[in-house]
């Protein structure tokens, strides 16, 4: 399809530079590509790239739950994810900055979420844009985004079952060993960071309450 090149045996382009590639397993059963971009250190594709100029926020829990906190109980919500993103526009791979996951909401008893909804949905027809129409959710009151289930009728939010069970089994995982590699260790910390963060919202007070769906009979013990 176009997308590979080489070997080379002399570089190819002016200040070639090589960056490490992996894969981790997604919950789908599929697989994402990891571009190691910030080596090596000192002379990698990243350190060439000035943040200022070309800084990138994605959208986050924390924007959705501003969102839902200013729309009010019974915000209409609804999410797309759009297939292999970075793949879709025709410009210079430096360049590329199309997000994949997007969250609008609408006022309670209004049509503004649907017309959000269909509105993008026509655009990226329009533009090829290939949607995973399994991930479609909404226009609803309640939804997952990034493994948060947001309900605006209870005004609460959860960590999505799929989450929570694959937070349970890694440290269940991770017990039985008597040693463990880094990335195991650092793949555990990050999950439990993310429960942990949750839980940090809804102790600071967040703008809306936070079920973290944890009960006793799911203590793990060794």
Known sequence: MGRMLGPFQTP???NFRCSGLGLVPKHDG??????YLSAPYGSSINDSINPEDYALSYCSVDDAFAIVSALGKGTIMAKIDLRIALRLVPVRPEDWNLLDDFFTAGSPGTEECSDNLQAMLSLYNNINAPVKTSKIEGPSTRLTFLGIVIDTENMTASISPERKADLILSIQ???KKDKCT??????????VSFAYKMHQVALAGGPIGLDIGFSHTDQVTK
């Open 173 to 175: 995982s991770l017990m």
């Open 30 to 35: 599929g697989w994402r590509a990891i571009y």
């Open 12 to 14: 190819p382009l002016p």
């Open 182 to 191: 880094k990335h195991q260790l650092l793949s555990l910390v990050g999950k």
